[in-house]
Nanobody
């Protein structure tokens, strides 16, 4: 059983940057992903990183603006979000799976409680 806890959300203006952190209770065996869910919308994939960080994938909507990384020594996965847009407003979730990177919600077994990110125009 993996417990995930997100931190770093908040209210920012368009064009600002924000960094989300996720601290799993166990870490090195899992690929990690970030997803988000806006009000009235389905949860969607944002980014994912492999167990040792050698492989990353991104949603087209965030490619070039967001960067996912992990520090296995510190048991932390980060999502650096730059050039934020109002459409990035959502609850952001950290997720873990015992396999390679994946984009589907159903591919992940463990989820955090979410962190609110609000981008004002």
């Amino acid at each position: 059983q993996v417990q995930l806890e997100e931190s770093g959300g908040g209210l920012v203006q368009a064009g600002d940057s924000l960094r989300l952190s996720c601290a799993p209770s166990t870490f090195s065996s899992y690929a990690m992903g970030w997803f988000r869910q806006a009000p009235g919308k389905e949860r969607e994939f944002v980014a994912a990183i492999s167990r040792i960080g050698g492989s990353t994938i991104y949603a087209d909507s965030v490619k070039g603006r967001f960067t996912i990384s992990r520090d296995n020594a510190k048991n932390t996965v980060l999502l650096q979000m730059n050039s934020l847009k109002p459409e990035d407003t959502a609850v952001y979730y950290c997720a873990a799976r015992l396999a390679g990177v994946a984009k589907n919600v159903g591919d992940y077994s463990y989820w955090g409680q979410g962190s609110q990110v609000t981008v004002s125009s």
